[in-house]
């Protein structure tokens, strides 16, 4: 957000325990507010899956009045009804990285302090789409 120039709206975070249910809990305290948003980013795609059904029960549609994406690409994501725009990271690179780290850390080749970013690959299916234009009269 910073990056983008925008601002943090703690309103609009909701914090849950990755499971389907937190994900439709979260969405029901969203699609309460007064200005509803028009993008759900769900921290992983059970989560993703658990707003889906909420949106969808509130009426609404994915992705023509609310874009919504997870994280994870797990296979289910793919077989959502429309399926999920979601992020894929590399759970191989992670793993591979950690015994890496692990390796050097036994060895005493390097300390704990590391700040590792891998690849993300953005899945882009049919959750998501460009905001709507509202034009004002």
Same mark, same amino acid.
């Given at each position: 957000?910073?990056?983008?120039?925008?601002?943090?709206?703690?309103?609009?975070?909701?914090?849950?325990?990755?499971?389907?249910?937190?994900?439709?809990?979260?969405?029901? !305290?969203?699609?309460?507010?007064?200005?509803?948003? !028009?993008?759900?980013?769900?921290?992983?795609?059970?989560?993703?899956?658990?707003?889906?059904?909420?949106?969808?029960?509130?009426?609404?549609?994915?992705?023509?009045?609310?874009?919504?994406?997870?994280?994870?690409?797990?296979?289910?994501?793919?077989?959502?009804?429309?399926?999920?725009?979601?992020?894929?990271?590399?759970?191989?690179?992670?793993?591979?990285?950690?015994?890496?780290?692990?390796?050097?850390?036994?060895?005493?080749? !390097?300390?704990?302090?590391?700040? *590792?970013?891998?690849?993300?690959?953005?899945?882009?299916?049919?959750?998501?789409?460009?905001?709507? *234009?509202?034009? !004002?009269?």
């Amino acid at each position: 957000l910073a990056q983008a120039g925008l601002t943090s709206d703690p309103a609009i975070i909701c914090h849950g325990d990755f499971s389907l249910r937190a994900g439709y809990d979260g969405a029901a !305290t969203l699609l309460t507010l007064p200005d509803r948003p !028009t993008a759900l980013f769900c921290e992983n795609d059970e989560m993703a899956i658990g707003a889906l059904k909420r949106i969808k029960e509130a009426g609404l549609r994915v992705p023509e009045d609310i874009s919504l994406v997870g994280f994870d690409d797990i296979p289910l994501a793919h077989y959502c009804d429309p399926p999920l725009t979601t992020i894929a990271q590399p759970a191989e690179g992670f793993g591979r990285r950690a015994v890496e780290m692990l390796i050097n850390l036994i060895e005493k080749k !390097t300390n704990l302090q590391q700040h *590792v970013i891998l690849p993300f690959e953005l899945t882009i299916r049919k959750s998501s789409a460009a905001p709507s *234009v509202q034009q !004002t009269e």
